[in-house]
């Protein structure tokens, strides 16, 4: 509104004074940014895309598997006799493990009894947030197994829990790794 004045009085011809300050320029592209922190953002985009790679080669596998072992009816049950079906809650502690594995590299170079810690106080957690999570989701009885894999993965994936736990995970690493340099 103000520029739009002092074009009325350019106009009109009257002495306006002089013209405001130009806006301060933009600020550097690195300006606000922590580097480390970019690096470290770039740095966990390139695992999360790892882990869900593994997830993807985990899922062709279980699939594989399910499918030659047997094929499994709408109702859950084996279509043979004597083979055993695979339930729901195999696939999900298949998966579970699988997941928890995946970020446990992370702790590769702790000691085997901290990473055992580690690994269960994990499970334990991630395990009650799946649970709480299918329940939400309601029956899931009828899906086969590579149905019941998709699931999970997308589960796993979920910023609820995937990020809560992969986050706990690299705390878990930090504080211990800290903790063991500082006994040295």
Not at 84 to 109: F, G, H, R, W
Not at 130 to 152: C, H, I, N, W, Y
Request: charge should be negative; hydrophobic fraction near 45%.
């Amino acid at each position: 509104a103000e520029m739009l004045a002092r074009q009325d009085d350019l106009a009109a011809g009257a002495d306006i004074g002089p013209m405001p300050a130009a806006p301060p320029a933009p600020p550097a592209a690195t300006d606000g940014y922590n580097l480390d922190q970019v690096d470290s953002y770039l740095e966990n985009i390139a695992r999360d895309r790892g882990a869900i790679e593994e997830m993807e080669k985990r899922e062709q596998m279980i699939a594989a598997q399910a499918s030659a072992a047997a094929p499994i009816s709408p109702g859950g049950a084996a279509g043979g006799a004597d083979a055993a079906p695979i339930s729901i809650e195999d696939v999900t502690l298949q998966c579970e493990d699988k997941y928890v594995n995946d970020l446990m590299e992370q702790a590769k170079a702790l000691p085997d009894e901290v990473v055992s810690e580690i690994r269960a106080e994990v499970a334990g957690q991630l395990h009650e947030k799946v649970a709480f999570k299918l329940d939400q989701l309601g029956d899931l009885s009828t899906l086969r197994p590579e149905e019941m894999v998709m699931v999970m993965e997308r589960v796993l994936l979920s910023p609820d829990i995937g990020q809560e736990i992969e986050s706990l995970v690299t705390l878990l690493v930090t504080y211990a790794t800290n903790r063991l340099q500082s006994m040295m």
